[in-house]
Nanobody, 123 residues
């Protein structure tokens, strides 16, 4: 699976952005999709994941209630809607694909990654 993330940019604190991750290659719907983020000098950490059907989602505690992950298997695309953005949400956001839901929070288990999209939040 090739993944292409987009939608990042500069937004004021309290604003919203929607990230997209378009997939090509292997069957997108086979995969659990996740979003991770990496701030300067920090590790890449889990943000959100969605199962193959879209019926199950999981969020990091720091984004629960503010971010929403969704997918459109007809378009081979996963989205991350980010509301009420805070300066601490600023990072490069990466989408990834993993086969098993049980591993959705584990970065090392992901088979494929997109190139990342920068999110900057001004205070």
């Amino acid at each position: 699976v090739q993944l292409q993330a987009s939608g990042g940019g500069l937004v004021q604190a309290g604003g919203s952005l929607r990230l997209s991750c378009a997939a090509s290659g292997r069957t997108f719907s086979y995969y659990v999709m996740g979003w991770f983020r990496q701030g300067p000098g920090k590790e890449r950490t889990f943000v959100a994941a969605i199962d193959w059907s879209g019926s199950s989602t999981l969020y990091a505690g720091s984004v629960e209630g503010r971010f929403a992950i969704s997918r459109d298997n007809a378009r081979d695309t996963v989205y991350l809607l980010m509301n009420s953005l805070r300066p601490e949400d600023a990072a490069v956001y990466y989408c990834g694909a993993v086969l098993r839901w049980r591993y959705c929070r584990i970065r090392a288990k992901y088979s494929f990654w997109g190139q990342g999209t920068q999110v900057t939040v001004s205070s």
